[in-house]
């Protein structure tokens, strides 16, 4: 079993930056591919960024250019840093494991969760 805490969300205006970060812990060792989900108000859960155990990345198009996965398999951590900000960021943002080795944007995908962070942008 693996557990996920993630820390670092809060409220920002448009334009500012946060830095979402996940530790895992249990066996971590063992964790593939490792990213972030989120949800809206009213809306579905959505894929936003993953990174593999090799640092290969991909991100939904919406935060292609704004946000960075990054990840620390020896402090068994994964990052996301979220600059120039919008409203429609604003979600609980979810971090995400698998014990497979390839990656996917499909949130049944992914074993492990952790509890969620929240992430509010006001303009």
């Known amino acids: 079993q693996v557990q996920l805490v993630e820390s670092g969300g809060g409220s920002v205006q448009a334009g500012d930056s946060l830095r979402l970060d996940c530790q895992a812990s249990g066996r971590a060792d063992k964790l593939g591919t490792m990213g972030w989900f989120r949800q809206g108000p009213g809306e579905e859960r959505e894929f936003v960024a993953h990174i593999s155990r090799w640092d290969s990345t991909y991100y939904t198009d919406s935060v292609q250019g704004r946000f960075t996965i990054s990840r620390d398999n020896a402090k068994s951590t994964v990052s996301l840093q979220m600059n120039a900000l919008k409203p429609e960021d604003t979600a609980i943002y979810y971090c995400?494991?698998?014990?497979?080795?390839?990656?996917?944007?499909?949130?049944?995908?992914?074993?492990?969760w952790g509890q969620g962070t929240q992430v509010t942008v006001s303009s």
């Open positions: 995400v494991g698998s014990m497979k080795m390839y990656a996917s944007t499909s949130r049944f995908e992914y074993d492990y």
